[in-house]
């Protein structure tokens, strides 16, 4: 056995028209960077920590967490549609080696994943099934939300079934850090918008297309200070990385809901993805950090972070 990871932020406007070149080539690079850190490690498995965005897990059942036995891409914002090369008996393994761990987590015999998950894989290998994937999904937008603590066990239980596999395995995790887009809350959804993020209505192509249109308008109005969405907050993200880069993930039990979304945004509490896949490195021993990029990104409507990090 052999564990890698890489953490980093996605945003559904890497994909679409409005952010500068000049940001666009700046993250282009750092990613440049941390594809040639997978090159070499060169995985024969990814596991992937990430969050859904109403296109695959709605409120009729949400759970907190949940392995894909099997996965399929739902093309959102331009990423892969179709199926994903989940190796189905691994993930079974994966899941009951979790279960036995003291972690209650949900399995899917038919997990859609979105642009949370897809858009690493392909930034990273150029093709979302260039290598086979177990994708743990990892609710970060839909409260109730349990406390990160349960994340850190989550990774913890994850890593330390990686750690009994004779292969090289790249862990990751996908989104953060602090943003605050224009995701629906149950609470404040209008009618028709609970339809679907309550029961999974599938979206029409010109829902879609009218779906995109806002985000543009919306990350235009941000980037021009023309937005109420909540600021990014740079100190609050670098605070993150630092407790990260040292190491000390079990500091980030002390951090409540009601602080991430206030010094964060509604979708800060992403960041689980990395702790959970910090939590899966860490359960091999100490790790340290190797690729490290943050750019305060308002075109992209979140502070973008990437990071890579090997044992010790």
């Not at 990430?50 to 099997?70: A, E, L, R, T």
């Not at 690493?120 to 603590?149: M, Q, S, T, W, Y």
């Not at 040292?246 to 206030?262: E, I, Q, T, Y």
Request: aromatic share 8%; hydrophobic share 45%.
């Amino acid at each position: 056995m052999t564990l890698a990871l890489c953490c980093m932020s996605h945003s559904p406007l890497l994909n679409l028209p409005g952010p500068s070149q000049a940001l666009l080539d700046d993250i282009d690079g750092a990613i440049a960077q941390a594809r040639a850190f997978v090159d070499e490690f060169d995985p024969e498995l990814v596991v992937i920590f990430s969050p859904d965005h109403y296109n695959g897990f709605f409120y009729k059942v949400m759970p907190p967490f949940c392995i894909g036995m099997s996965a399929n891409g739902v093309g959102d914002y331009g990423t892969h549609a179709g199926p994903l090369d989940v190796p189905d008996g691994l993930a079974f393994d994966c899941a009951t080696a979790v279960l036995d761990a003291g972690v209650d987590v949900a399995v899917s015999a038919s997990m859609d994943v979105d642009h949370g998950t897809v858009q690493p894989l392909e930034k990273l290998f150029g093709d979302a099934v260039a290598r086979p994937v177990i994708p743990i999904f990892v609710n970060g937008i839909a409260v109730p939300l349990g406390p990160l603590h349960r994340c850190r066990a989550l990774g913890a239980a994850v890593g330390s079934f990686l750690a009994g596999l004779d292969r090289r395995v790249l862990v990751m995790g996908s989104g953060g850090l602090s943003h605050s887009p224009p995701v629906p809350a149950l609470a404040t959804a209008s009618a028709a918008v609970q339809e679907r993020i309550v029961h999974g209505r599938p979206m029409t192509t010109e829902q879609r297309q009218a779906r995109q249109a806002a985000v543009i308008e919306a990350a235009r109005d941000f980037a021009g200070g023309a937005s109420d969405l909540q600021p990014l907050n740079p100190g609050w993200d670098h605070r993150f990385l630092d407790i990260i880069d040292g190491g000390k993930l079990a500091d980030l039990d002390r951090w409540s809901n009601s602080f991430v979304a206030h010094e964060g945004g509604s979708s800060a509490h992403e960041v689980r993805t990395w702790v959970a896949a910090f939590a899966a490195l860490e359960a091999v021993g100490p790790y340290r950090t190797t690729v490290r990029y943050y750019k305060p990104a308002p075109e992209l409507i979140a502070g973008f972070a990437i990071r890579t990090a090997v044992p010790q």
